[in-house]
């Protein structure tokens, strides 16, 4: 039986420190980088070699001279795109990103046709919306990758405002990977206890805030692109979870089918990962606010598959 392979298509910043955090836990026999500048995956494949042998780990990183050798992986990230730059929404980046999700989707259908594909390229939920468009695969094997950054940003301004509890701390965001997602306060907890035993309801509405905020405040900062380690490493999350069947939940964005009241749209909800992708769609009891400011979320989303279609984007 042949290693585990994973590829990473698009190595800027997310997509070497995604290969980082695979190296560093040994989790696949072979990650196969593609980027442009195949020099620069070069010297990148080099490094992240190396930097497994120090960690005494197995994992090899080689290159993908083209995106068509990004062949036979069981999982494949799309971190493929422009990162926003400060000032910018993520869906500023909608039409450019979405036309190299589609040219890459175009490739790897073929080339990787059993993978689970990770979109990470922004705006996330319209990017997961192309792929699958794109490829024609079943929504279980289209997975984007932002409810597990969105929740630890939560959990991390948890951990401010408290004080104490760090690693310990449990949040929930659902919804899209945009201005509208929805932390859910309710579905938190640190150590198991509810969130809202914890902080005042001024406290917790500020931590909401920071979390829908957490991107721009670090692209504000770095002023030359995005976050990658927390991205990476939830994206890491999400590839070991495919490649060891694990059943784990997380938030990732899938195309909804039924679920919560909506179809034909992506939005970040709970969801079962194991070898076969998403294995189950978990639906959570939302109250009438989280209801509310959820449908707005999907209303957002929604929006932008539709400026898509506006802009002729899936006329041939
Ligand atoms: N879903 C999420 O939560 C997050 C999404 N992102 C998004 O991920 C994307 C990547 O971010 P970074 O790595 O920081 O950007 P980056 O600029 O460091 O890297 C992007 C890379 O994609 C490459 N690229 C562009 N078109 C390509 C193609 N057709 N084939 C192969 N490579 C191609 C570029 O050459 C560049 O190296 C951005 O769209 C960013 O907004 C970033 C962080 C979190
Ligand atoms: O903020 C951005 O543009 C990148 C991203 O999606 C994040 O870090 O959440």
């Known amino acids: 039986m042949r290693g585990k392979r994973v590829g990473i298509v698009g190595v800027g910043n997310v997509g070497s420190s995604v290969a980082y955090s695979l190296a560093m836990s040994g989790s696949c026999h072979e990650v196969i980088l593609r980027a442009h500048d195949v020099d620069k995956a070069r010297g990148k494949a080099l490094d992240l070699s190396q930097a497994a042998q120090a960690a005494r780990k197995h994992t090899v990183i080689t290159v993908a001279e083209t995106l068509e050798d990004v062949k036979d992986c069981d999982v494949v990230v799309i971190t493929a795109g422009s990162p926003r730059l400060p000032g910018m929404s993520r869906d500023d980046l909608l039409i450019k990103n979405a036309q190299i999700m589609k040219d890459v989707m175009h490739v790897i259908k073929v080339s990787s046709p059993n993978a689970v594909i990770i979109p990470v390229s922004n705006p996330l939920d319209a990017m997961v919306y192309v792929a699958l468009k794109e490829t024609g695969w079943d929504r279980s094997r289209v997975i984007g990758m932002a409810g597990i950054l969105d929740s630890a940003r ?50 917790i509405n500020e931590i909401v805030e920071k979390t829908k905020k957490g991107g721009a405040e670090i692209v504000g900062l770095l002023k030359d692109g995005s976050a990658y380690y927390a991205p990476a490493k939830a994206t890491a999350l999400m590839v070991e979870a495919v490649l060891t069947d694990m059943k784990q939940i997380y938030p990732c964005a899938v195309m909804l089918d039924g679920e919560y009241g909506y179809s034909d749209v992506v939005s970040g909800v709970p969801v079962m990962i194991g070898a076969r992708g998403v294995e189950k769609v978990i639906e959570a009891n939302l109250n009438d606010d989280q209801d509310r400011k959820f449908a707005k979320s999907v209303g957002s989303v929604k929006e932008l598959i539709d400026a898509l279609y506006a802009n002729n984007f899936y006329a041939e």
């Open 154 to 203: 939560m959990a991390h301004f948890v951990y401010e405002k408290l004080g104490y509890g760090a690693g310990q701390i449990r949040c929930s965001v659902m919804g899209g990977h945009g201005d509208d997602m929805v932390p859910l306060p309710r579905f938190s907890t640190v150590a198991g206890v509810p969130l809202t035993d914890l902080l005042t309801w001024d406290e």
